[in-house]
């Protein structure tokens, strides 16, 4: 490793946008048209089952307005007004039973097609860690040719810690989508359930059950949104030294570049990620000498 090597240091990769710093618009939408058909075939198929179950007969009497209340746990109250008392449901109670259970079937096929190990969601969270996991490491490598010559994107992906970060994200994402489904499930139940009761007839109670599954695909995608930047920016954190274990070892390298670079060139550093590594490197200024900072970063490295 030459001076000119341990000198230089490089600009980070800024972001350019302040509408969408993290450059995930793109990711963002693909995953909310994926929710979209996924809704969408929600929808028919509950339309094809209740054209097949939810059968019987008008009645000879006046009807009167009624309104289901939904809401979810107690937030979000809403009133939806139909005509109870005018429809004569031909189903027993197990019947009933069985027809909120192909429901659930559904609602799960839809939502939670892959199961746990292979969740369609995970697709997108995943390319997402990985982007976050590109871009902190073109990043740093930028900064450090240092850096840049004793690691390589592979080992950061087969690394421990990025391994740990998308089996937990497999675990909280599916659990997120699980009360997706079981949410709109209950949801449902009740309104089905309601309608029998009450007489409010397959038409009314369809309608409702489209808006209520509207509610529901609204809610799925901020949750969407939430995961994906999520795991891009928990995979940014974690390679650039804001996390434990391997990723502030890569830190910490970074940071000893730095301490050999005096302050002038470290102030073009534009960027948070910068300002973390000037105060670590006037931290070891005061702690080590200059040969010794080489050392230190090069035992955390070897750490990982």
């Not at 990620?273 to 200024?285: D, I, S, T």
Request: glycine share 6%; with cysteine.
């Amino acid at each position: 490793m030459t001076p000119e090597q341990t000198a230089k240091v490089g600009l980070p990769i800024v972001p350019r946008s302040k509408v969408d710093p993290t450059r995930s618009a793109k990711q963002v939408t693909a995953m909310y048209r994926d929710i979209e058909e996924r809704y969408l075939g929600i929808k028919r198929a509950l339309k094809a089952l209740f054209d097949q179950r939810l059968t019987g007969r008008e009645r000879e009497v006046n009807s009167h307005s009624w309104h289901f209340l939904c809401h979810d746990h107690g937030e979000d109250m809403r009133l939806y007004q139909v005509n109870a008392g005018k429809f004569i449901y031909d189903m027993s109670a197990q019947e009933l039973a069985d027809l909120l259970e192909a429901v659930q079937v559904i609602l799960d096929d839809y939502l939670l097609e892959g199961g746990e190990q292979n969740l369609w969601a995970m697709d997108y969270i995943a390319a997402e860690a990985q982007r976050g996991t590109l871009e902190a490491f073109n990043n740093l490598s930028q900064q450090s040719q240092v850096y840049a010559s004793q690691t390589t994107l592979q080992q950061l992906l087969s690394s421990p810690g990025y391994l740990n970060q998308i089996a937990a994200a497999t675990l909280t994402t599916f659990s997120d989508w699980k009360v997706i489904s079981d949410t709109a499930r209950g949801d449902l139940t009740n309104i089905i359930t309601d309608a029998v009761a009450r007489g409010v007839n397959p038409r009314e109670t369809a309608s409702v059950i489209s808006k209520r599954l509207d509610v529901s695909m609204s809610k799925a995608k901020t949750i969407a949104q939430t995961e994906q930047v999520g795991a891009l920016r928990q995979a940014q954190w974690k390679r650039n030294g804001l996390g434990g274990g391997s990723a502030r070892a890569e830190y910490w390298l970074a940071v000893a570049i730095c301490a050999q670079t005096d302050d002038a060139q470290l102030a073009r550093q534009p960027s948070r990620q910068g300002l973390h590594h000037r105060a670590g490197a006037r931290l070891l200024r005061r702690e080590r000498q200059p040969l010794e900072l080489l050392l230190f970063a090069n035992t955390m490295f070897a750490d990982r």
